[in-house]
C-alpha cells in the first residue's frame, strides 16, 4: 500500500496520522479510529524570516525549522541573501542558545512532550567545507544540542562531496538529492530528501493537481519512502487547498511561510475531516403528487436546526452523492434575519415558520412588540387536525416551543412549560428535566407521560409527552435513530385522526455541530435527519394528501467545503464562526401544493403560503 497522510509512519518515529489513502482502502473504518498528523509534519521554511525567528514554529510544536546561514569573518550570519546579512543575526543567538535552553530545561529534550522531535535544517549558503567546519567549531561549544537524542541537525545548501559524509559526526546528517544513487553508508547520513516542486509540476495551489504532474511527484515520494527516507517540497504553493494534497500524497514535511495559518489547519483538522463509516440509501419518490394543486390534507414539517446548502451538500458528499432531500424538486430559498437583527437565532427564525411574524431575537411566538399570534399548531386544530412536535434537542428551546409557546424569551422554560399546558399538542418528544418544573401537575394531568420509546403507550386517548434524555445525546450513533423511531411511531398514531394532522421534527444537533465547529457532528446528524426525510416522503406517496416541507432556521458556522472525494464518501471543510449566519437556507418541498415553495423569500412567507397550501385564513 501507497504510504501517506492516512497509512504512513516514518522511519524513526516520525509521524503516525490519518491518511487519505488509508480511507481509500477502508472507508469503512470508524472516526473515533482516525489518527491525524500533528504540527510536527511541518516544516518553518526561511524561518529566520519570521517576526520571531525560531519561538513561532517552536510554540507551535513544528517539526522541522530551516535557517540560512552565511560564513562572514569567522562568523554565522542567519540570512536570506548577501543583501541582508546582518552581523547581529547569528546562528548561536537566533538558534544555538535558545535551544539549549530549552533541551537544558527539558531534560536533554528540545520539547517536553517526549514524544516530539525537531530537526533544524541548516542551508549553507557560502562554500561547504570552510562553512561547515565553523559549524562544528561552533557546535562543539553546545554538547546538550549535539547530545540530544530529539534534536536532529541536517545540512542542506552547499553539502560537502557524498562521499565524505561518513567523516562527519554521527549526530550531523545531510539533506538528501533524488537525482543521486547513494552508496549503502552514504545513505545512511542522509536524513531526508529534499526538492524543488518546480521541477515536478507547474501548479499554483488552486484546483486540483494535474495528473500528470502528480504522477512525477508519487514518483518522487516513492523513491523516498523506498529508500526509507522522509521527503519535502521546496518553492511548493503554500495554501490550505495545497496542504490537503501535500497531506494525501504522503509529503512528510510540508514547507510553508505561514506558520500559524498551517498549525491552526492541522490541529483543527480532526474537526473538519470526516470519511462516512455508514450511508444510507435514499428513498426514490414517486413523484405523483408532487407539485400538483390538489387539497392537502397532512402537513409534515422537517427543520434541520442551523442547516444551510453547505452542510446538505457534506452530508451528500459523504453519502453515495444521495440524498432524499435532494429527491425533492420543488425548491426555494428562505432569508432569515429576525426583525431586530440580521443574524437571527433560533426563535424568531422557528417563529417565523410557526406564526408568520418577525420577532426579536430570544423571542419565542411573538411578534417584534412581544405580541403573541397563533401558531400553525392552532390554527390546523381548530380544523379538528391533531399536531405532534419531535426535537432531538430539549423540548423546551427554541424551535419546538415556536410551536406551541408565546414567550418573549427563549429561556423562560417554565413558561414554555404553562403554555404548553393549553396548546393543542397530541404529541411532544424530546428531551428536558420537566419532572422538576412547577407545571408538571398540570402536565401529567393533561399528558401521558413517559422517558422512554418502549416505554411509551401510543395508542392510549390522552396526548403523550416523551420526556427522553436519549433525544438530546450529541451524538446520532449513540440516539441509535431516535428521531426516525420517534418520527414513524408519531405519524402512525396521528394519521389515524381522518381530519389529518400537523407533524413536525427538528434536527437539532446539526446546530451544535456548527456552533462547535465539528465538521463529523454536523455530517453524521445531517444525514440522521435525512432519514426522517425519506421516511416522510415514503409516506407522502403513500397518502397522496400530505404535503412535505424541509428546510433550516439558519446556518450555523459559515461552513466553506474545502475538500472532498465522491468516491470515498470524504468531505473536509472551513468554519467561518462559531454563530449563525445570514446566508439563507434552501427550502425543499414534497407533494400537493410543494409548487408554492420555489422562489426566494422572507422566512416568514413559509408559514403564508403553507395557510395557502391548506386553503386556511388566519
Same mark, same amino acid.
Given at each position: 500500500m501507497k504510504r501517506s497522510f492516512l497509512n504512513y509512519k516514518a522511519v524513526n518515529q516520525c509521524w503516525l496520522c490519518l491518511v487519505l489513502s488509508l480511507l481509500i482502502t477502508a472507508p469503512a473504518i470508524a472516526q473515533k479510529k482516525q489518527l491525524f498528523p500533528t504540527t510536527a509534519v511541518a516544516h518553518s521554511h526561511n524561518d529566520y524570516l519570521q517576526q520571531f525567528p525560531l519561538w513561532q514554529a517552536y510554540n507551535e510544536g513544528f517539526g522541522s525549522i530551516e535557517a540560512d546561514i552565511f560564513l562572514r569573518e569567522g562568523k554565522l550570519i542567519v540570512a536570506h541573501t548577501v543583501k541582508e546579512i546582518d552581523t547581529e543575526r547569528t546562528l548561536e543567538a537566533l538558534y544555538l542558545k535558545p535551544l539549549q535552553k530549552v533541551i537544558d530545561k527539558n531534560n536533554g529534550r528540545v520539547y517536553a512532550d517526549s514524544s516530539r522531535t525537531l530537526q533544524l535544517l541548516i542551508d549553507l549558503k557560502t562554500e561547504a567545507i570552510p562553512t561547515l567546519k565553523a559549524l562544528l567549531d561552533e557546535l562543539s561549544r553546545y554538547p546538550s544540542l549535539t547530545g540530544s537524542t530529539t534534536l536532529r541537525i541536517v545540512i542542506t545548501g552547499n553539502r560537502p562531496p557524498v562521499e565524505s559524509y561518513g567523516q562527519y559526526p554521527s549526530w550531523l %546528517?545531510?539533506?538528501?538529492?533524488?537525482?543521486?544513487?547513494? =552508496?549503502?553508508?552514504?545513505?545512511?547520513?542522509?536524513?531526508?530528501?529534499?526538492?524543488?516542486?518546480?521541477?515536478?509540476?507547474?501548479?499554483?495551489?488552486?484546483?486540483?493537481?494535474?495528473? +500528470?504532474?502528480? @504522477?512525477?511527484? !508519487?514518483?518522487?515520494? +516513492?523513491?523516498?519512502?523506498?529508500? =526509507?527516507?522522509?521527503?519535502?517540497?521546496?518553492?511548493?504553493?503554500? /495554501?490550505?487547498? %495545497?496542504?490537503? @494534497?501535500?497531506? &494525501? /500524497?504522503?509529503?512528510?514535511?510540508?514547507?510553508?511561510?505561514?506558520?500559524?495559518t498551517l498549525s491552526r489547519f492541522i490541529e483543527t483538522l480532526p474537526n473538519r475531516y470526516y470519511v462516512a463509516d455508514a450511508t444510507h440509501v435514499a428513498y426514490k419518490p414517486a413523484y405523483r403528487n408532487d407539485g400538483l394543486d390538489k387539497p392537502v390534507k397532512n402537513l409534515i414539517i422537517l427543520i434541520g436546526d442551523g442547516t444551510g446548502l453547505a452542510q446538505w451538500y457534506a452530508g451528500y458528499t459523504a453519502n453515495n452523492q444521495s440524498l432524499n432531500v435532494f429527491n425533492m424538486m420543488q425548491i426555494g430559498l428562505s432569508k432569515t434575519s429576525s426583525y431586530d437583527n440580521y443574524i437571527t437565532d433560533s426563535a424568531p427564525g422557528a417563529t417565523a415558520i410557526s406564526s408568520g411574524y418577525k420577532g426579536n431575537n430570544r423571542s419565542v411566538g411573538v411578534d417584534h412588540t412581544g405580541v403573541a399570534h397563533p401558531s400553525l399548531t392552532e390554527l390546523v386544530a381548530r380544523q379538528g387536525w391533531k399536531t405532534g412536535i419531535i426535537t432531538s434537542g430539549d423540548m423546551r428551546d427554541a424551535t419546538p416551543a415556536a410551536f406551541y409557546g408565546h414567550r418573549a424569551e427563549r429561556s423562560d422554560f417554565p413558561g414554555m412549560l404553562k403554555d404548553l399546558v393549553n396548546a393543542p399538542i397530541d404529541i411532544l418528544a424530546g428531551a428536558g428535566a420537566i419532572q422538576k418544573d412547577p407545571a408538571y401537575t398540570d402536565l401529567a394531568k393533561k399528558f401521558a407521560i413517559s422517558t422512554s420509546i418502549s416505554g411509551t403507550d401510543w395508542s392510549q386517548a390522552k396526548p403523550l409527552i416523551l420526556a427522553d434524555s436519549l433525544a438530546a445525546l450529541r451524538t446520532s450513533k449513540g440516539r441509535n435513530n431516535w428521531s426516525l423511531q420517534v418520527f414513524e411511531k408519531s405519524l402512525q398514531r396521528l394519521s389515524k385522526n381522518k381530519n389529518g394532522f400537523l407533524?413536525?421534527?427538528?434536527?437539532? =444537533?446539526?446546530?451544535?455541530?456548527?456552533?462547535?465547529?465539528?465538521?463529523?457532528?454536523?455530517?453524521?446528524?445531517?444525514?440522521?435527519?435525512?432519514?426522517?426525510?425519506?421516511?416522510? /416522503?415514503?409516506?407522502? !406517496?403513500?397518502?397522496?394528501?400530505?404535503?412535505?416541507?424541509?428546510?433550516?432556521?439558519?446556518?450555523?458556522?459559515? $461552513?466553506? $467545503?474545502?475538500?472532498?472525494?465522491? @468516491?470515498?464518501?470524504?468531505?473536509?471543510? =472551513?468554519? %467561518?464562526?462559531? &454563530?449563525?449566519?445570514?446566508?439563507?437556507?434552501?427550502?425543499? +418541498?414534497?407533494?400537493?401544493q410543494s409548487q408554492l415553495f420555489r422562489g426566494v423569500y422572507e422566512n416568514t412567507a413559509i408559514f403564508h403560503k403553507i395557510l395557502k397550501a391548506l386553503r386556511l385564513n388566519k
Open positions: %546528517s545531510f539533506d538528501g538529492d533524488l537525482a543521486i544513487n547513494y =552508496q549503502p553508508e552514504a545513505l545512511k547520513k542522509v536524513a531526508l530528501f529534499s526538492d524543488n516542486f518546480a521541477n515536478y509540476s507547474k501548479w499554483n495551489g488552486k484546483g486540483r493537481l494535474p495528473a +500528470a504532474e502528480k @504522477s512525477k511527484l !508519487d514518483a518522487a515520494i +516513492a523513491r523516498a519512502h523506498g529508500l =526509507q527516507k522522509k521527503i519535502r517540497f521546496w518553492n511548493a504553493p503554500d /495554501m490550505v487547498n %495545497s496542504w490537503y @494534497s501535500y497531506l &494525501d /500524497m504522503g509529503i512528510d514535511f510540508i514547507n510553508t511561510d505561514h506558520i500559524e407533524l413536525m421534527l427538528e434536527g437539532a =444537533q446539526i446546530d451544535h455541530g456548527g456552533h462547535s465547529n465539528v465538521l463529523p457532528d454536523v455530517v453524521t446528524e445531517l444525514k440522521d435527519f435525512d432519514q426522517v426525510v425519506g421516511a416522510a /416522503m415514503r409516506f407522502a !406517496d403513500s397518502n397522496g394528501e400530505t404535503l412535505v416541507i424541509v428546510t433550516g432556521d439558519h446556518e450555523t458556522g459559515g $461552513l466553506t $467545503l474545502t475538500a472532498g472525494d465522491y @468516491s470515498r464518501n470524504f468531505i473536509s471543510g =472551513q468554519f %467561518s464562526t462559531g &454563530d449563525h449566519t445570514a446566508i439563507p437556507v434552501p427550502v425543499f +418541498a414534497y407533494g400537493p
